[in-house]
């Protein structure tokens, strides 16, 4: 019977293969039943030997995230805004980038009761981020998938945020108007190259047609007459969308129509708000 690895020596194996070593210590404290963010732990008992069954799940583990699946969908959760979120490969992975449509939600939210409604919510990410950031908040989520529906009131449950999470393609089962409207829609053009690094996410929650930007004509078409005086639509886009997704916008009437730009210094946000009385609204 070959000797057991030790906890140091499955790491170094699983980086031989090609992972980085942060994940591959990810991986290895989620087979062993712990908290991603215990590394300490790993360190302080390196030497530990592991059972048989752990290395056999790890490297299991380890090989399909070589093969390229993300490391999230194998883990099945990935944390966002602060909150760690259960995923699997029927939602798009939330990344970072969407923080900044959560952070301009929350700088122009006022106080109080706002009512918030986010469109296709996924794994309900942008709506439990504000709902954890602003509890006396009125959150809304809607999705098209029956599937992302339901993760995103798992979640919801699991963390304990009130958030009303129903099944509606884009505006088609919402009523009443809101006072801020958030949305990272489906946004890369069909065909477009980036889309081979993205084989095990949901395709639907991806594409958006030749160029990339119908569902958000869909959603900035449709956005007034949900909207409050003065309430604000932010959408994320492409990273060389910003310039189409803000004429859209002022085409359709929006005021104070601008961008903000990602971690990587990247316009990938732009909203404006709504004034009824600038143009009158169009319903869906």
């Known amino acids: 019977m070959p000797e057991a690895l030790t906890c140091a020596q499955a790491i170094a194996a699983a980086c031989s293969l090609g992972l980085e070593r942060l994940e591959a210590q990810w ?16 360190i302080a008992h390196d030497c530990d030997p592991l059972p048989p069954e ?9 090989q399909r995230r070589v093969s390229g699946e993300p490391l999230a969908y194998i883990v099945g959760q990935q944390e966002f805004f602060g909150l760690l979120l259960a995923i699997d490969a029927r939602v ?8 900044t449509l959560v952070s301009w ?12 409604l986010d469109l296709g919510t996924g794994s309900g990410a942008i709506a439990l981020a504000l709902k954890h950031a602003r ?15 339901a993760i995103a009131r798992n979640n919801a449950a699991a ?35 980036h889309l081979t690094a993205l084989v095990h996410e949901p395709i639907q929650a ?29 959408l994320e886009h492409g990273y060389d969308q910003a310039g189409a997704v803000r004429q859209l916008l002022q085409d359709q ?11 990587a210094g990247i316009q990938r946000c732009s909203g404006g708000y709504w004034r009824p009385e600038t143009r009158p609204a169009q319903r869906d």
């Open 105 to 116: 939600a929350l700088d122009i939210m006022p106080a109080g009761t706002v009512k918030v």
């Open 206 to 234: 991806l594409t958006a047609g030749d160029d990339g930007l119908s569902d958000l004509r869909k959603i900035i078409a449709a956005a007034p007459a949900h909207l409050q005086m003065g309430g604000w639509l932010l």
């Open 135 to 149: 509890p006396a908040a009125v959150v809304s989520a809607i999705d098209a998938s029956a599937d992302a529906v």
């Open 253 to 263: 009437g929006f005021e104070n129509v601008t961008s903000r730009d990602d971690l």
């Open 54 to 62: 752990v290395s056999e799940r790890f490297n299991v583990l380890s």
């Open 159 to 193: 963390l304990g945020l009130a958030v009303s999470i129903e099944i509606s393609r884009w505006f088609e089962q919402v009523d009443g108007q809101f006072d801020v409207i958030v949305s990272n829609p489906p946004y890369v053009r069909e065909g477009d190259p």
């Open 27 to 42: 991986l290895l404290l989620h087979v062993l039943g712990k908290p991603h963010g215990e590394r300490a732990w790993l």
């Open 92 to 99: 798009l992975i939330p990344r970072p980038d969407t923080e």
